[in-house]
């Protein structure tokens, strides 16, 4: 336990309970700090791969772009529409910030590092998930809305759909790692990059990440949002604060996806040298950078988040029944054979990911 | 102490919920009720030690059977007024019956028969009890006949389901093949005509 001071003064039960919130707050902050500015990342690397310049005016290179947002639509006015259902209105972004907030939770950041070492936390986080779908459903309705209720429709059947093939791909993970535990699953991908799960369970991976991308809502699975179709969506109907709390789940989602996907399949904070640099080489100053750590983690995770901006920037947009035709006719037949096939490398036991 | 002001808050929560449920005239908060319910539900089964159980029930009823559920009622166009009319009508009856139900349940599952004397509280398990491990130790040994038993008749739904919905409409269905879209040729399509830019004198009158 970390020495906090004044944290004796306080009676035993609330000093977990402080300890609890802190933790907390240690890693709320810099998520929400990481989705500021990966809104200012995707700006300027789509305007890079558009040729053109992107934000570039608030601050060096435009690097106050983000807070300069924030504010402005922290005092933009509130609209409630008229014939809205007021209270589910306002719910609606708050729940799709709680499921979006809570599922990181059980995510390790290191050996240990974490909030919740739960024993079924790939279970936990699958269901936190399955949570944000309400928000976007409740928006569509609560705003009295046509666009809305389309917009919420549209995404509603699309991530039921594709939890479906999530949900087989983590199933593989579960299979090779022999654990529910988000610790244990790297753990198990211990010894350089050979033995990370993505070789392994490279069609599972490959569906999880497409299905991350339609879960979030992203391109080129924003049916949801499809502005030259239907305005924007579930939330045409927000303004101010609360667009951007629905802005803000959206953020954090592409985050947990990429965090989930560097942690199941490219071994979280392991690093690939693992193994293949001796020990001498990892005492210098070099060492600690190819040693596992928290950084290798970080790198991993900002992969992935270039990958949601690549898509974005490169991929027009799916049509509605060829999302759903991909989902349920060739993601859920891919992950069901392999998962078989995982089932019979397991038996026969194949190095170096099942001996 | 702690865990017991959890489970009354929980349990408070769920009975709300749940004669909300019943009770609000609009269908989609009486969905939006169950949801509730289902996840106070999870809750007081997490009280238990019961965690696979648990994250399912918010995995399958909250995440994917409520979603299909407000998915339906949202396109349904419910007359509520229709839906109450004859209300004072059929009060007394419906006290009846609940009052029998209630009677009925508090026979079957009241202290008599399941109190602390008869069936003991389940035991603490530590830290490193995992209920998944447990579930799936005893699903495959001890109960793997009624559980293949089970999801055959799941399969058999499956099945069943799809020849429904293909059912009669089966000749005449209006799909769409991808194949054959992908595989279109401009040639079978567009026909380029080479007309006269002018048309001869003859023509104009």
Same mark, same amino acid.
């Given at each position: 336990?970390?020495?906090?001071?004044?944290? *004796?003064?306080?009676?035993?039960?609330?000093?977990?309970?402080?300890?609890?919130?802190?933790?907390?707050?240690?890693?709320?902050?810099?998520?929400?700090?990481?989705?500021?500015?990966?809104?200012?990342?995707?700006?300027?690397?789509?305007?890079?791969?558009?040729?053109?310049? @992107?934000?570039? /005016?608030?601050?060096?290179?435009?690097?106050?772009?983000?807070?300069? *947002?924030?504010?402005?639509?922290?005092?933009?006015?509130?609209?409630?529409?008229?014939?809205?259902?007021?209270?589910?209105?306002?719910?609606?972004?708050?729940?799709?910030?709680? #499921?979006?907030?809570?599922?990181?939770?059980?995510?390790?950041?290191?050996?240990?590092?974490?909030?919740?070492?739960?024993?079924?936390?790939?279970?936990?986080?699958?269901?936190?998930?399955?949570?944000?779908?309400?928000?976007?459903?409740?928006?569509?309705?609560?705003?009295?809305?046509?666009?809305?209720?389309?917009?919420?429709?549209?995404?509603?059947?699309?991530?039921?759909?594709?939890?479906?093939?999530? &949900?087989?791909?983590?199933?593989?993970?579960?299979?090779?790692?022999?654990?529910?535990?988000?610790?244990?699953?790297?753990?198990?991908?211990?010894?350089?990059? @050979?033995?990370?799960?993505?070789?392994?369970?490279?069609?599972?991976?490959?569906?999880?990440?497409?299905?991350?991308?339609?879960?979030?809502? /992203?391109?080129?699975?924003?049916?949801?949002?499809?502005?030259?179709?239907?305005?924007?969506?579930?939330?045409?109907?927000?303004?101010?604060?609360?667009?951007? $709390?629905?802005?803000?789940?959206?953020?954090?989602?592409?985050?947990?996806?990429?965090?989930?996907? %560097?942690?199941?399949?490219? @071994?979280?904070?392991?690093?690939?040298?693992?193994?293949?640099? %001796?020990?001498?080489?990892?005492? %210098?100053?070099?060492?600690?950078?190819?040693?596992?750590?928290?950084?290798?983690?970080?790198?991993?995770?900002?992969?992935?988040?270039?990958?949601?901006?690549?898509?974005?920037?490169?991929?027009?947009?799916?049509?509605? *029944?060829?999302?759903?035709?991909?989902?349920?006719?060739?993601?859920?037949?891919?992950?069901?054979?392999?998962?078989?096939?995982?089932?019979?490398?397991? #038996?026969? &036991?194949? @190095?170096?990911?099942?001996? | 102490? $702690?865990?017991?002001?959890?489970?009354?808050?929980?349990?408070?929560?769920?009975?709300?919920?749940?004669?909300?449920?019943?009770?609000?005239?609009?269908?989609?908060?009486?969905?939006?009720?169950?949801?509730?319910?289902?996840?106070?539900?999870?809750?007081?089964?997490?009280?238990? *030690?019961?965690?696979?159980?648990?994250?399912?029930?918010?995995?399958?009823?909250?995440?994917?059977?409520?979603?299909?559920?407000?998915?339906?009622?949202?396109?349904?166009?419910?007359?509520?007024?229709?839906?109450?009319?004859?209300?004072?009508?059929?009060?007394?009856?419906?006290?009846?019956?609940?009052?029998?139900?209630?009677?009925?349940?508090?026979? !079957?599952?009241?202290?008599?028969?399941?109190?602390?004397?008869?069936?003991?509280?389940?035991?603490?398990?530590?830290?490193?009890?995992?209920?998944?491990?447990?579930?799936?130790?005893?699903?495959?040994?001890?109960?793997?006949?009624?559980?293949?038993?089970? %999801?055959?008749?799941?399969?058999? #739904?499956?099945?069943?389901?799809?020849?429904?919905?293909?059912?009669?409409? /089966?000749?005449?269905?209006?799909?769409?093949?991808?194949?054959?879209?992908?595989?279109?040729?401009?040639?079978?399509? !567009?026909?380029?005509?080479?007309?006269?830019?002018?048309?001869?004198?003859?023509?104009?009158?």
């Amino acid at each position: 336990m970390p020495e906090i001071p004044l944290l *004796d003064l306080l009676p035993s039960g609330l000093q977990t309970l402080t300890l609890i919130l802190l933790k907390i707050i240690a890693i709320v902050t810099p998520l929400l700090l990481c989705v500021a500015y990966l809104t200012y990342a995707e700006r300027r690397v789509i305007g890079f791969m558009q040729v053109r310049m @992107g934000p570039n /005016r608030v601050g060096p290179i435009g690097l106050l772009q983000p807070i300069a *947002d924030a504010v402005k639509l922290a005092f933009k006015e509130l609209i409630i529409p008229a014939g809205a259902n007021r209270f589910l209105f306002i719910l609606a972004p708050i729940i799709s910030l709680s #499921a979006a907030l809570s599922a990181w939770a059980v995510v390790p950041f290191g050996p240990d590092r974490v909030l919740a070492d739960i024993n079924a936390g790939l279970l936990y986080i699958l269901a936190m998930t399955s949570m944000g779908i309400y928000g976007v459903i409740i928006a569509g309705w609560a705003s009295n809305s046509k666009y809305a209720l389309l917009g919420a429709m549209r995404s509603a059947a699309q991530m039921v759909s594709y939890e479906i093939a999530m &949900g087989f791909a983590l199933v593989g993970v579960l299979m090779a790692a022999g654990s529910l535990n988000l610790g244990e699953i790297v753990n198990a991908q211990a010894g350089g990059f @050979g033995h990370w799960f993505v070789w392994p369970l490279l069609p599972l991976f490959v569906v999880y990440f497409i299905s991350g991308v339609a879960e979030t809502n /992203r391109a080129p699975f924003d049916v949801s949002e499809g502005e030259s179709e239907i305005v924007a969506g579930f939330h045409v109907e927000y303004s101010g604060m609360s667009f951007s $709390v629905f802005f803000m789940a959206e953020y954090a989602n592409m985050i947990l996806i990429s965090v989930l996907s %560097s942690t199941m399949f490219l @071994g979280g904070w392991l690093s690939p040298f693992e193994g293949l640099v %001796s020990a001498e080489t990892l005492a %210098s100053p070099l060492g600690s950078l190819l040693d596992s750590g928290f950084h290798w983690f970080v790198f991993k995770v900002a992969l992935f988040l270039f990958f949601y901006l690549w898509f974005r920037a490169t991929f027009p947009r799916y049509r509605y *029944d060829q999302i759903m035709r991909l989902g349920w006719k060739v993601f859920i037949p891919v992950t069901l054979v392999w998962i078989f096939v995982i089932g019979v490398a397991i #038996a026969a &036991g194949i @190095g170096p990911w099942f001996d | 102490m $702690v865990e017991q002001l959890v489970f009354y808050a929980l349990s408070g929560i769920l009975v709300f919920a749940g004669s909300m449920v019943v009770t609000v005239r609009n269908p989609i908060h009486a969905a939006l009720f169950l949801v509730l319910s289902f996840f106070t539900t999870a809750g007081i089964w997490l009280l238990l *030690d019961a965690e696979f159980l648990a994250m399912t029930l918010v995995l399958v009823y909250v995440g994917a059977v409520m979603v299909l559920f407000l998915f339906v009622i949202m396109m349904l166009d419910v007359n509520l007024v229709v839906l109450r009319e004859g209300f004072s009508r059929y009060l007394p009856v419906g006290i009846l019956i609940a009052v029998l139900l209630g009677l009925e349940l508090s026979m !079957v599952v009241g202290a008599s028969q399941f109190g602390l004397d008869i069936v003991p509280a389940p035991a603490h398990h530590g830290a490193g009890y995992s209920n998944i491990e447990e579930l799936g130790s005893v699903l495959y040994t001890v109960y793997v006949y009624p559980f293949e038993i089970a %999801s055959v008749l799941l399969l058999v #739904a499956i099945v069943a389901a799809i020849a429904l919905s293909l059912g009669e409409h /089966r000749k005449n269905r209006k799909g769409q093949r991808p194949e054959e879209q992908v595989a279109v040729n401009r040639k079978d399509r !567009v026909r380029l005509v080479q007309m006269a830019a002018e048309r001869p004198d003859s023509d104009t009158p």
